[in-house]
């Protein structure tokens, strides 16, 4: 019997096989997939991610394979308002007198810029690059074995089924960890599978190749129809871009358009757009995919398993960013788990720690986060908030910082820097 099986071997099932195989558990990690494999998503990863990418060993890789580093954006509201910033030249005195409580940024005014600033790199690499991360230190990978059961004994999870090279296969272990993304088998197994359709946002992306303009800053246009939903344009190299647009399933349900329809009508009129994608092609195909948003009232641990990342619903309700939660909470579960192997106690009551340290990590930012959603909802907020940037550099980075996760997103709502943004210009 092993120790742990964790079903699925992207940004979270890879985080918690790395952790726990440096521990010396003996892990086995199940994906369907045959990598390198694709995911539908923008490719960006945070500096939260990159943080976790550090302590996984996984950074200097990135860089030397010349992965493409994101320094801020250029953010567009409903009637066409423009405020761009670049965080390395954020005067953070400057930022802390002003705007918001310097309190909140000190650990941010003692780290290096590079520190600040996050990555977009398809995630075919990127997922890769962590596969052979927890490989390396020790996780069993078995590639196309699709895991459709869970086998569960006197109320306890004791392992999977699966179909592996046409057979039905099962493996037995202590802990099974549900890695398996957005559309969960074992959530669904659990009884832990949510649909809620105002926490969770559809996506879809598409490659661009040929693009005009890119530069090191991601561009997030907010488009009257989809708000508080946007569509984005990240730069992986210096004419290839991921392109994309993500739409709460709520709106979307009641949408006649299909998310393709939007971002073909945003390429073809929108006025930036018009000129970017001039004379760019699409390489491959769209693809859509489900986003399942942190902030719910959820469970996902029970008797001998527990869920990361997607599965668990942990992508932040505003930006829609997931991979550094999928990261954290893989290194949180590990956490949690190396304890209940030493201890030989997968109870319900055990494995309830993992819930206490998760909450303690997320729960304030989906607070702040469910917030900004709330305020990217009206076209008349984002016009008035984006036009009020575009006139005061100090606040454009401010913004930026906010929506790309480098600055914390409760600095939006101190009392202090609601009261300068309701100043009237
Ligand atoms: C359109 C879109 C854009 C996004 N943009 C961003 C972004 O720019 N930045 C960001 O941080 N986040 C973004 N996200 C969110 C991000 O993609 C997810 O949060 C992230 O992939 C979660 O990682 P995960 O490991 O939990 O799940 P996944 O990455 O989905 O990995 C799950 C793995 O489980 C495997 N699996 C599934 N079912 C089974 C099974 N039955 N048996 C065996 N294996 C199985 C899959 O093959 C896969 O390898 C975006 C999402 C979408 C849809």
Redesign the pocket.
């Known amino acids: 019997m092993r120790d742990v099986i964790v079903?699925?071997?992207?940004?979270?099932?890879s985080s918690t096989s790395a952790f726990l195989a440096r521990s010396g558990y003996d892990v086995l990690l199940?994906?369907?997939?045959k990598f390198p494999?694709d995911?539908?998503?923008?490719?960006?990863?945070?500096p939260r991610?990159v943080e976790m990418l550090k302590e996984l060993g996984v950074y200097e890789v990135m860089k030397e394979k010349g992965c493409h580093r994101l320094y801020g954006a250029i953010v567009s509201s409903p009637n066409g308002s423009i405020c761009k910033a670049d965080i390395r030249e954020a005067n953070i005195e400057r930022i802390t007198r002003f705007w918001t409580p310097r309190k909140m940024f000190e650990d941010i005014i003692r780290t290096d810029i590079e520190n600040l600033v996050g990555f977009s790199t398809p995630r075919k690499i990127f997922?890769n690059i962590l596969k052979d991360a927890a490989i390396r230190l020790g996780a069993e990978l078995i590639e196309e074995?699709?895991?459709?059961d869970l086998i569960i004994e006197d109320g306890k999870v004791c392992g999977v089924k699966?179909k592996y090279q046409g057979e039905i296969v099962e493996h037995r272990s202590k802990l099974v960890v549900g890695?398996?993304?957005?559309?969960?088998?074992v959530g669904r197994r659990l009884g832990m599978f949510h649909q809620r359709p105002e926490h969770i946002v559809y996506?879809?992306?598409a490659y661009y190749e040929n693009v005009r303009g890119l530069t090191d800053l991601v561009e997030v246009y907010f488009d009257k129809g989809i708000l508080p939903g946007y569509i984005w344009i990240?730069p992986i190299s210096k004419d290839m871009a991921n392109v994309?647009v993500?739409m709460l399933a709520r709106d979307y349900n009641k949408s006649s358009r299909t998310l393709q329809e939007y971002l073909q009508t945003f390429i073809a009129t929108n006025k930036f757009a018009i000129e970017k994608f001039q004379d760019a092609r699409m390489v491959g195909h769209p693809l859509g995919?489900?986003?399942p948003l942190g902030g719910q009232a959820i469970k996902n641990h029970t008797t001998g398993a527990l869920l990361?990342?997607?599965?668990a619903s942990f992508?932040d309700p505003f930006t829609?960013?997931?991979?550094?939660a999928?990261l954290e909470s893989g290194k949180m579960a590990a956490e949690v788990i190396a304890i209940a192997l030493e201890r030989n106690d997968f109870s319900v009551a055990s494995l309830g720690e993992y819930e206490r340290r998760w909450r303690e990590r997320f729960e304030e930012d989906f607070k702040y986060s469910l917030r900004l959603k709330w305020l990217a909802s009206s076209p008349w907020r984002v016009n008035y908030l984006v036009r009020k940037a575009s006139r005061d550099k100090d606040l454009a980075i401010l913004l930026v910082g906010i929506i790309t996760n480098i600055f914390p997103q409760k600095a939006m709502f101190k009392a202090v820097t609601m009261l300068k943004l309701l100043r009237p210009f």
């Not at 199940?30 to 997939?33: A, C, T, V």
């Not at 995911?39 to 945070?46: F, R, S, V, W």
């Not at 990361?308 to 599965?311: E, I, K, M, T």
């Open positions: 079903v699925g071997a992207g940004p979270a099932g199940l994906d369907k997939e494999r995911k539908p998503c923008g490719d960006g990863q945070g991610s997922d074995f699709r895991v459709t699966g890695a398996d993304g957005a559309y969960s088998i996506g879809v992306r990240f994309g993500g995919w489900r986003l990361v990342g997607d599965a992508i829609g960013e997931g991979v550094c999928a």
